[in-house]
């Protein structure tokens, strides 16, 4: 269990983060999302105190990270995947920081075998891809057999056969009863790996709930229609609470109206259809709405990115 | 296997081990050894040692002037000159030891490996000293070793360049040999402190083998120019000066004369300590504060 309390991060002028307060709760999985600068690493350097906090505090299991007897046994940590001397072998590396806490070989050997990296591990560090570097800094995570584990970005440059044992890892861990925080600025890595979602935006927390929420309030109840008789059926579906926008030709957009009816209302007129869909708004696009505003690097040339973006992808469909 | 239902309760780790200062010291081990700039470092100052020994000791040091009889050549004099040629290799050794020293922590921030460090022990003040101290002994021993084997080759070509025998009964020849490991030890611990503060290896080395080697000569310089007593005694306990006297044979008075002063062996070595200890305060306060 993680608990921040107004953890506020000021270097200089800029506040990277402001007044934060969160829990993190064991026996799940954690997901903190955010943009780039948001204050995700911040926060996450924070916890185990590579960073001092401004103002407010953090808690790891009911103390802070410092005052734990055994902080690797406690909590494991994975903040930079390049945390790692380049000239050391993985094995060496995972050795000198097991022996600070008299964990020894046999545990060293462990994590190398549960993160695949029997064949590298006597090699040195400085040859290794981003994938097999960020394997090494999952290992040490695991070092301690932490019940509170802390990955940042854990996902970033692994194939995709890493992402799934990544996804699985993780979800594993926290069916086991430990606390597990992981950020990404993916919303959908994070919608199939948590059970749970704290949005972070320019240094506060935006959103703090669970999965499912996001996930129902992000569906939509929109119905695209394609058909060569688009303008005869128009009449057809407007009522109470129905729009009906036509975005193409022969495209219209149907809002208040479940598919199997526009289905029934089409034939029973004889109109064709070509395409009948369905449209869900997707956790991207959830994630996207919450997070416009709070972009940190905005290009301030283009007064609205998103707008924009969207207006493009219009211009292709037409 | 628990279910997603009912979560397992994960074992206590009271009754594991924890973080300790053995467990650092033995950490820092691992690092120091597992690293081959580590050991080409070691290795260089190891042979250069012996190697320097070799070459004076090869030169006839009683400076061709006759000394009678083969014993006077064993005395005070003859001693003291032994001791020179032995000692005289750490003039150079000191660069290396002083080179990796900052390199030792300066590599951690380079690479990030200091977040590792850091997070293994928090609190910090374990890492940064564990470190030091394993530093210091492991280049106290290669010093060591390196200046017995070094006196060990030179002694036959002593006897026979100069006709000196080395007294290895002679306390005060020990102490010289001593000294110059010690020496090399505690200007490798300044620049490791001076490394920690500025964090980068091309500034750590820089502020190292600036105060060694740089600063005295500076200091020498300007008080040559101008007679400035201040600069003379300034430059008295610069490392490299009061350092040298720890591996001199039975170096130096201490004492102030016309305003000039002068340290002996055991003054240089305190001034050396405190050196270390004023860097290392130094170094201890800012790695305590700063984010890592």
């Known amino acids: 269990m993680i608990i921040a309390d107004g953890l506020t991060k000021r270097y200089g002028e800029r506040v990277a983060l402001d007044h934060v307060s969160f829990e993190v709760q064991p026996g799940m999985v954690t997901g903190f999302l955010g943009p780039n600068g948001a204050g995700k690493s911040t926060t996450m350097r924070l916890i185990v105190g590579l960073d001092r906090a401004s103002e407010g505090g953090v808690t790891v299991n009911g103390k802070r990270y410092a005052d734990h007897r055994a902080p690797l046994r406690e909590v494991g940590v994975l903040l930079d995947a390049k945390a790692v001397h380049r000239g050391r072998s993985a094995y060496d590396h995972l050795l000198a920081m097991g022996a600070t806490h008299g964990i020894g070989a046999k545990r060293v050997k462990e994590v190398i075998a549960l993160t695949g990296l029997e064949s590298v591990a006597k090699k040195r560090v400085g040859g290794f891809s981003l994938g097999m570097g960020q394997r090494l800094g999952i290992a040490a995570a695991l070092l301690g057999d932490p019940a509170t584990l802390i990955l940042d970005e854990p996902v970033n440059g692994l194939d995709p056969e890493g992402v799934v044992w990544v996804r699985t890892l993780a979800r594993h861990l926290a069916r086991e009863g430990r606390t597990v925080f992981l950020s990404s600025h993916l919303m959908s890595e994070m919608a199939q790996t948590a059970d749970h979602i704290i949005v972070l935006g320019r240094g506060r927390v935006i959103a703090d709930e669970s999965v499912e929420t996001i996930l129902a309030r992000a569906k939509g109840d929109g119905v695209r229609v394609r058909t060569p008789h688009a303008s005869s059926l128009t009449p057809l579906l407007q009522g109470q609470g129905i729009t009906v926008t036509g975005t193409a030709a022969d495209l219209l957009e149907v809002h208040g109206l479940p598919a199997s009816r526009i289905g029934e209302l089409a034939a029973s007129s004889g109109v064709v259809l070509h395409e009948l869909t369905p449209l869900s708004g997707s956790l991207e696009d959830a994630y996207m709405s919450l997070t416009q505003d709070e972009v940190e690097y905005r290009d301030t040339s283009v007064p609205d990115a998103a707008a924009v973006s969207t207006d493009t992808q219009k211009e292709a469909v037409r | ?292």
């Not at chain 2, 050991?39 to 190891?46: D, E, G, K, R, T």
Request: proline residues 2%.
């Open chain 2, 1 to 292: 296997m628990s279910t997603a239902t009912a979560p397992a309760r994960l074992t206590s780790h009271a009754s594991l081990s924890h973080l300790t200062f053995a467990g650092l010291l033995r950490s820092e081990w691992i690092k120091l050894r597992s690293l081959r700039s580590t050991f080409w470092c070691f290795a260089l100052i190891f042979v250069l040692n012996i190697g320097f020994a070799a070459l004076i000791a090869a030169q006839d040091l009683t400076g061709g002037a006759s000394q009678g009889p083969a014993d006077a050549a064993a005395g005070e004099a003859g001693m003291s000159a032994a001791t020179t040629a032995v000692t005289l290799g750490i003039n150079f050794t000191v660069l290396i030891a002083a080179v990796l020293g900052a390199l030792v922590i300066t590599g951690e921030y380079g690479t990030g490996m200091i977040k590792s460090t850091f997070t293994a022990d928090p609190r910090r003040l374990g890492a940064l000293l564990g470190k030091a101290l394993v530093f210091g002994v492991v280049t106290f021993i290669v010093g060591l070793v390196s200046l017995i084997v070094a006196s060990l080759v030179a002694t036959p070509l002593l006897d026979s360049s100069s006709n000196i025998s080395i007294d290895w009964s002679d306390g005060t020849f020990w102490l010289a040999l001593v000294g110059g490991a010690g020496f090399l030890a505690l200007a490798g611990l300044i620049s490791y402190f001076l490394g920690a503060i500025i964090r980068s290896s091309a500034g750590g080395i820089a502020a190292g083998i600036g105060l060694l080697f740089v600063v005295p000569i500076v200091l020498s310089i300007f008080t040559g120019l101008t007679n400035a007593k201040w600069a003379a005694n300034v430059a008295a306990f610069t490392p490299s000066n009061a350092g040298g006297l720890m591996y001199g044979y039975g170096a130096g008075k201490a004492g102030i004369t016309d305003g000039i002063v002068s340290l002996d062996q055991g003054l240089g070595f305190l001034v050396m300590i405190g050196w270390v200890v004023v860097t290392g305060i130094l170094a201890v306060i800012l790695v305590k504060r700063r984010d890592a």
